[in-house]
């Protein structure tokens, strides 16, 4: 394994360009491009190459990253994106996701930024699901459980915490994760997280239950500063309160009717962040909540402003020379093998803000 790593790793990191697609065979080493895709073949397929060894380079920069260019936190990004296969027959363990069209892999994936800065610092956990099997950085490798999104990330986040940071982190995901039973595991397990609530969602509001939208509506508001919104400039407004959540967990009804859960109160914060244009009129509007106390409501407001590093990320694996969906390997844990190599770790360091 270790002689055609170190020359993968030499493809991968010899492309001109930061979004040179795939690797390059290097003509001192390599014969033809054939060559080289036989060797990256055998090397996908070596069942000695684990998704753990290869991932260990990204623990390594990860650990550093958060050492010399996090202050007070760093920022894991968690979020999920399908990759459509449907023409690529050769690949006899895709499944169909949703709709008959709608045929190939889940992927998930957590990306560790700086809370400083909202830089990338490295893709800290993957995870990648087939019909039959689910290919991840952080349990068994061959593993034929597949959990439900929430489930499955949870597991990645009590992971992630285990591997003894030097600072702290937060876990962010989007509205997916306002789930009171899941946030009750987190806090149990004494994680840091921030999310989106539904404006449905109720919380208790000086001692009231109240949907999330109305007592957002009863906030006074101030201006914090101009963001990037939609390729235009605008200004972010916020407010925050202190909440408590004492509804009751509704499980997955898919499968078979579950009965409605309770559990801890648990004590949070709500932050609203809204854009507003230069009429007054709202753009754009989050509400989140988190068991961050320590630090100023428009500090966490951009933290889940700059989630969307991790839309660029899928965004740019996908279309940016990458062409994610057009790779020719004849399975999901050798895709998952691909995704791991060092080129794409060079350039994930360099998404825009």
């Not at 039959?132 to 490798?141: F, I, K, L, N, R």
């Not at 285990?162 to 994760?177: C, M, N, S, T, Y």
Request: proline share 3%.
């Amino acid at each position: 394994m270790g002689r055609r790593y170190q020359q993968l790793v030499k493809e991968h990191t010899n492309s001109t360009e930061t979004l040179a697609a795939g690797l390059r065979a290097l003509p001192t080493e390599s014969k033809s491009s054939f060559a080289s895709t036989q060797a990256a073949w055998r090397f996908y397929q070596n069942e000695k190459v684990t998704l753990k060894k290869l991932s260990e380079p990204l623990l390594d920069a990860a650990h550093e990253g958060v050492s010399s260019r996090c202050t007070q936190y760093a920022l894991c990004i968690h979020d999920w994106s399908r990759l459509n296969y449907r023409k690529h027959t050769s690949k006899e363990d895709r499944y169909q996701i949703t709709h008959k069209t709608d045929v190939g892999y889940d992927l998930q994936s957590s990306l560790l930024i700086s809370g400083d800065t909202g830089k990338p610092i490295a893709p800290i956990a993957q995870r990648l699901v087939t019909a039959d099997m689910s290919h991840a950085t952080y349990q068994t490798e061959e593993n034929p459980q597949t959990k439900a999104h929430l489930d499955e990330v949870t597991d990645c986040m009590k992971w992630i915490e285990g591997q003894a940071f030097k600072k702290p982190l937060v876990h962010i995901i989007d509205r997916e994760a306002d789930s009171i039973g899941h946030i009750r595991q987190w806090e149990e397990a004494k994680i840091q997280w921030l999310t989106r609530s539904r404006i449905s969602s109720r919380i208790d509001y000086h001692g009231e239950s109240m949907r999330c939208e109305e007592v957002a509506d009863q906030l006074n508001f101030t201006r914090v500063r101009k963001v990037n919104y939609k390729g235009k400039q605008y200004w972010q407004w916020v407010a925050e309160t202190p909440i408590t959540i004492t509804r009751q967990a509704k499980p997955s009804q898919k499968k078979q009717k579950k009965p409605a859960v309770s559990g801890a109160p648990v004590d949070a914060r709500l932050v609203v962040s809204r854009i507003l244009s230069d009429s007054g009129k709202v753009l754009a509007n989050w509400l989140l909540i988190s068991n961050v106390m320590d630090v100023e409501a428009e500090e966490i407001a951009l933290w889940y402003y700059w989630r969307w590093q991790i839309e660029s990320w899928f965004k740019l694996l996908k279309r940016a020379g990458h062409d994610l969906e057009s790779w020719q390997q004849e399975s999901g844990k050798a895709i998952a093998k691909r995704l791991l190599a060092p080129r794409y770790f060079k350039w994930v360091t360099q998404i825009p803000i």
